[in-house]
């Protein structure tokens, strides 16, 4: 299975602020025959499901803020929130879905100092 | 809009046997391929298993520590995606979600319902 792996766990900023989430996968998720990477970032607000707002590393979903900005390839990426607001506090999670089974990071925790 | 309903969550017995259910409406079930995610207490997110369309094979996968308890079946008629639990443990405590595959994100979790909880306790 490929292990993700997210830094750091938790993270506290002002609100403005830029917020920079780390994803590392054991493995390339990086597909050569259509040059795409399986990569998506999910939101989870507490007492909620989780929202994918973020695949192929980089296309945000429809109707996320361009606040939100996913970048990487291969076994690298990243999610930065540029400007970070109230609404934004949550729990943010990369997964790949390049091999079965699918697997998720641990989680990044994003607070409002 | 896409609604995804969770249901037959509960607290049950160690080795007992129930059933979930995904009520789906808002989107074309029967070209869906579906999956099941869950999350214990606390704790992160876990891919479950999946279903895809009957015109894709209609096969399912599991992780491996649910394969050969849990098992994954859909009724086109009904609209509705079923998670057969079995050989319960405390260790499968947790919210169950059930999502769809988004065909052009690549199979990503497009859309989830509100998950149902499954306390598993003597």
């Known amino acids: 299975d490929i292990v993700m792996t997210q830094s750091p766990d938790s993270l506290a900023l002002s609100l403005g602020e830029r917020a920079t989430i780390n994803c590392k996968s054991s493995?390339?998720?990086?597909?050569?025959?259509?040059?795409?990477?399986?990569l998506a970032w999910y939101q989870q607000k507490p007492g909620q499901p989780p929202k994918m707002i973020i695949y192929w590393a980089s296309t945000r979903e429809s109707g996320v803020p361009d606040r939100f900005r996913g970048g990487g390839s291969g076994t690298d990426f990243t999610l930065t929130i540029s400007s970070l607001q109230d609404e934004d506090v949550a729990v943010y999670y990369c997964q790949q879905y390049y091999t079965t089974p699918p697997t998720f990071g641990q989680g990044t925790k994003v607070e409002i100092k | 809009e896409v609604q995804l309903v969770e249901s037959g969550g509960g607290l049950v017995k160690p080795g007992d046997s129930p059933r979930l259910s995904c009520a789906a409406s808002g989107f074309i079930f029967s070209d869906a391929w579906m999956s099941w995610v869950r999350q214990a207490p606390g704790k992160g997110l876990e891919w479950v298993g999946r279903?895809?369309?009957?015109?894709?094979?209609?096969?399912?996968d599991y992780a491996a520590p649910v394969k050969g308890r849990f098992t994954i079946s859909r009724d086109d008629s009904k609209n509705t995606l079923y998670l057969q639990l079995g050989y319960l443990t405390s260790e499968d405590t947790a919210i169950y979600y059930c999502?769809?595959?988004?065909?052009?994100?690549?199979?990503?979790?497009?859309?989830w319902g509100q998950g149902t909880p499954v306390t598993v306790s003597s």
């Open positions: 279903i895809k369309s009957k015109t894709d094979g209609g096969t399912t």
């Open positions: 493995q390339s998720v990086l597909y050569n025959i259509n040059n795409k990477n399986y």
């Open positions: 999502t769809t595959d988004k065909a052009v994100a690549g199979r990503a979790f497009d859309n």
